[in-house]
């Protein structure tokens, strides 16, 4: 009545690289202000933090953007102490 059907082994699923991963394997971002793919090299990418409602920590959100450190400090955010270009070199 029940029958058993047997089908033929399969080999295993190649799995691919998902489109929003690098050949490293590491996420693919864009910057925030030109809008390009950030390659990881130097300091780039460098990552922006914001926090909505600072002030009211139970209602605070926060989203991640990445940029290109030269976007970042052409951006006119202020003195950016921790991308001194001397040090840019010494990352990698």
Do not use: K
Not at 41 to 50: I, Q
Not at 55 to 74: K, L
């Amino acid at each position: 009545m029940f029958g058993c059907t047997r089908s033929e082994p399969q080999a295993p699923a190649v799995r691919e690289r998902p489109p929003y991963r690098d050949d490293e394997g590491r996420l693919r971002v864009q910057c925030w202000f030109c809008e390009q793919t950030v390659a990881y090299e130097g300091f780039d990418p460098c990552a922006v933090l914001l926090i909505a409602n600072w002030a009211d920590e139970s209602r605070q959100q926060s989203q991640q953007f990445f940029a290109h450190v030269e976007c970042f400090r052409q951006s006119g955010s202020g003195d950016l102490y921790l991308l001194d270009p001397e040090d840019e070199e010494d990352v990698g």
